[in-house]
């Protein structure tokens, strides 16, 4: 890729103009984060009930004494044999930064719906230490748009990031050879690709007052960018995402590592 060249006197006055854009974006992603702790509460009325490394949880338990809770909602569901490979990479980012928000009254866990045994062998696997549950009886990641059914993909129609996917229109859909970008995740997680869609990338955020447990944040798909680590270092790389289809693998299966 060839690019501009020019003088240290000319670098400096684009990274001045360019500056003054940067600080404009800091103080609008400022405002954002105002009107998402302005969105109203919602209060849980459903009793949901998780798999935890400390027995059968309930949402509330899941704050482990916080007055907040993070939820992830990690693509691992029942028929995979191993976790989302870009999830995977957005938890390597919050593995280790976990530890700083449990000590700041914020707990943050990892949900999926694949059983406890598999979580747990595949947190070991990737060496990581945040909370994993698994809500693989409950309906908590139905709720919440993180997965979906067979007739909602096939039938109905898919409510994913505030938007009314079509249904597919084909049950099954014709062989998906691994070449389209989810092909190849689903590969990787040893599934087929309407299995590997049927759970979605997002995380959620709820509070507990007066011991209600409220919703007061969900977002999804490209709302995720912040929160996947690699990627705010590649936008600041010389030469971008420069991306050619999914070019990630897990950390443990790049050559040569």
């Excluded at 990274?15 to 302005?38: G, I």
């Excluded at 459903?46 to 007055?67: H, I, P």
């Excluded at 977002?219 to 929160?227: E, S, V």
């Amino acid at each position: 890729m060839r690019h501009t060249t020019g003088t240290r006197e000319e670098w400096l006055a684009a990274r001045l103009d360019l500056l003054e854009a940067e600080k404009a974006l800091t103080r609008r992603s400022d405002e954002l984060a105002q009107r998402r702790r302005a969105l109203p509460w919602v209060a849980i009325g459903k009793d949901y009930r998780f798999d935890t490394d400390q027995g059968s949880a309930s949402l509330a338990d899941l704050f482990q004494g916080r007055s907040q809770l993070l939820v992830y909602h990690f693509m691992f569901g029942p028929d995979y044999q191993a976790g989302c490979p870009s999830c995977s990479s957005i938890a390597d980012s919050f593995d280790g930064f976990a530890v700083h928000l449990a000590n700041h009254d914020v707990m943050l866990m990892a949900v999926s719906r694949a059983p406890l045994a598999k979580l747990r062998a595949y947190k070991q696997r990737m060496g990581w230490r945040f909370p994993w549950a698994s809500s693989r009886d409950a309906d908590f990641n139905f709720d919440f748009s993180a997965s979906h059914t067979e007739a909602q993909q096939f039938e109905q129609g898919i409510d994913y990031n505030y938007r009314r996917e079509p249904a597919c229109g084909c049950h099954p859909a014709p062989a998906d050879t691994g070449q389209s970008p989810e092909g190849r995740l689903a590969a990787m997680c040893s599934t087929d690709t309407n299995t590997y869609l049927r759970e979605r990338p997002g995380m959620s955020a709820f509070a507990i007052q007066d011991g209600t447990v409220y919703h007061t944040y969900s977002t999804y798909a490209r709302g995720l960018d912040g929160l996947w680590g690699m990627y705010q270092w590649l936008d600041r790389a010389p030469l971008g995402r420069n991306e050619q289809g999914v070019w990630w693998r897990r950390r443990d299966e790049y050559a040569g590592r």
